[in-house]
Structures are given as structure tokens and as C-alpha cells.
């Protein structure tokens, strides 16, 4: 009995260091989580921290259209830009850019994709025209005649939509990690689009799109939509005249020549290469992004007149 008292009595002394000891653990932990995946926390900290300012008071609301519920967000006064993100995804990915967007004294629009966060399917076959009108259809509840359009990868693909057959509406564009067709996606993103995701990327993306129990439908119906659109030709792109801002990441799901292509078809483009980035550069390059945005918005004449031919 005494040895066993003994033995408490020293673990119970020992207790303290054996708790500083795994705090210390834990705190080196965090932090090399931090520096590794840094400056995504300081995003979201900043993103978090002006969420709580009354500049983040939105105006929300919802439009009725072709069987499906639309909802949007608006942030702040000014020029109006609209931000589409990309598929199965929702409007919650802009935390790097919407805090930095609203102080530059933009009125932001941001949309959830039918099928995604609070907008409903409404029983339509998704594509980027259907994607394009519901864009449309906010923009004309809002009362908008233009605005400039900032989309991510299917956001992207819908805005090069807007471009061509809404010219009237649509005053810039940025593209991230957007293509024209489905063969500029690099070979094993387009091998992958042909099965369904694995287990854990199921459980992320059914709580990331808030589809819930839609969740299956929606993503053979995004799939599908990977694999075969969009479809826009040369002479559609050649008919977007308003300034495009092409951004891909140097290791994208988009070949860098695919973006090139694109740039030097649209009327009046311009193409950067993020060094490093990937399909998530709004996230893990959001500096560089961040500054190619607002020098892009901020520039007058967009990226300026395409330079004459050479010889």
C-alpha cells in the first residue's frame, strides 16, 4: 500500500511537467502548421476579423429563376464586381480577396452556383449558359447594367460566357484557372473527371457545396459538364472585346498554354503565370493575386490595346 502511494504521489508530481510538456509539443505543433501553410491563416484571421466590422453588414436575397433559387450576397458601395466561384465549391472561397475588394471601394456581388451553398438546382441540367443567365437575372434584380466579373475556374468558364453573349453587360473580366474547352485541362485532371471522387473527397465537397443528399447527383452532373463544355471557338473568343485578365498557376489544372491561347485570341487580353501556383492560387498565392486584381480593376483601359502583329 505505501509503494503504491509512493508511486501516485510522484506521478501526481511529475503531473505538471508531463502538461508542459505536451503544451510544448503542441504549440510547436501549430506553429509549424501555421508557417507552412502561411499566409492562408493570416487570410482567414483578416477575412474573420472584418466580418465582425459593420462594412461586412451584406444585403442577401434571392432570385426565382428557371426552377431554381439564386442566392446572392452584396458587399459595400461603389463599381459593381461580380465573383463566381468555381464547381462544387461555393461563395465562402473569396476570403482572401472580399475584405481587400469591399476597402477598395467596390459594391461586390457574390453568387452561389445553382446546385451549390444556399442556391438550389431547380431541376436544370447544369451548363455555363444556364450559369450565365442566372448572372444576368441578379444583376437585373439588383438593377446593374455592367459590371466587371471575376470568376475561378467554372466561374471563369462562366464569365468567358457572359463575355461573348452578353457584351453589353459586362465591362472586365478575370479569368483564374479558366478554360475555353474541355481539352485545355491537363491530361490526368481529364482521365480524373471520368470517376467519382473518393470517400473523403465526397465527405468534403457534401459539406463544402451544402448539397447534402443532392450531393451524388451534383457531382456526376458537374463531371459531366468538365468533360464536355465549355465550347466556345476561336471566333467566339475573338468576339469578347471588352479587357480579360488571364491568371493560371504554373502547375494548373489548366496548361499554361491552353491560357495562352486564350490570351491571344480574345480581342484584348492579357495573360500571367502565377510561379508555383496550382488550381487554388485565390487561396495559396492570394498576394499575387490579390495585387494583379486590383491593378487590373484600377487601370482605365484594362490591359490596354493588343500590340500590332510582327512581321
Request: hydrophobic residues 40%; charged residues 15%.
Amino acid at each position: 500500500m505505501r509503494e503504491r502511494a509512493s508511486a501516485g504521489f510522484t506521478l501526481f508530481r511529475n503531473f505538471p511537467y508531463a502538461l508542459l510538456t505536451a503544451g510544448l509539443l503542441l504549440s510547436v505543433f501549430l506553429i509549424t502548421v501555421y508557417i507552412v501553410l502561411s499566409p492562408i491563416p493570416n487570410f482567414i484571421l483578416g477575412y474573420l476579423s472584418w466580418k465582425a466590422t459593420a462594412a461586412a453588414v451584406p444585403q442577401t436575397g434571392y432570385i426565382h429563376q428557371q426552377h431554381g433559387e439564386i442566392h446572392y450576397v452584396v458587399y459595400g458601395k461603389g463599381a459593381p464586381l461580380v465573383l463566381l466561384h468555381g464547381g462544387l465549391s461555393n461563395k465562402l472561397c473569396w476570403f482572401s480577396q472580399l475584405p481587400m475588394l469591399v476597402r477598395s471601394g467596390r459594391r461586390v456581388i457574390l453568387l452561389d452556383t445553382r446546385g451549390h451553398g444556399k442556391s438550389t438546382g431547380g431541376n436544370v441540367e447544369p451548363s455555363y449558359q444556364v450559369y450565365a443567365r442566372d448572372v444576368i437575372g441578379v444583376l437585373d434584380h439588383l438593377h446593374i447594367d455592367s459590371a466587371d466579373v471575376l470568376g475561378w475556374s467554372d466561374g471563369g468558364n462562366t464569365a468567358l460566357v457572359l463575355g461573348y453573349r452578353y457584351p453589353e453587360r459586362i465591362r472586365k473580366i478575370i479569368l483564374i484557372s479558366a478554360n475555353f474547352n474541355p481539352e485545355g485541362l491537363v491530361p490526368e485532371i481529364q482521365q480524373d473527371n471520368r470517376k467519382p471522387y473518393g470517400w473523403f473527397r465526397q465527405w468534403f465537397n457534401r459539406f463544402w457545396t451544402g448539397s447534402s443528399r443532392e450531393y451524388p447527383q451534383l457531382e456526376r452532373q458537374v463531371k459531366k459538364l468538365w468533360q464536355t463544355s465549355p465550347r466556345l471557338t476561336p471566333d467566339m473568343l475573338a468576339a469578347i472585346t471588352c479587357p480579360v485578365l488571364i491568371l493560371v498557376g504554373e502547375h494548373d489544372y489548366v496548361s499554361v498554354a491552353h491560357a495562352k491561347e486564350m490570351a491571344e485570341t480574345v480581342a484584348n487580353g492579357v495573360l500571367k503565370v502565377i510561379a508555383g501556383g496550382g488550381h487554388s492560387t485565390p487561396i495559396t498565392h492570394a498576394d499575387a493575386i490579390n495585387r494583379l486584381i486590383l491593378r487590373f480593376l484600377n487601370d482605365p483601359e484594362g490591359t490596354g490595346p493588343k500590340p500590332p502583329p510582327g512581321p
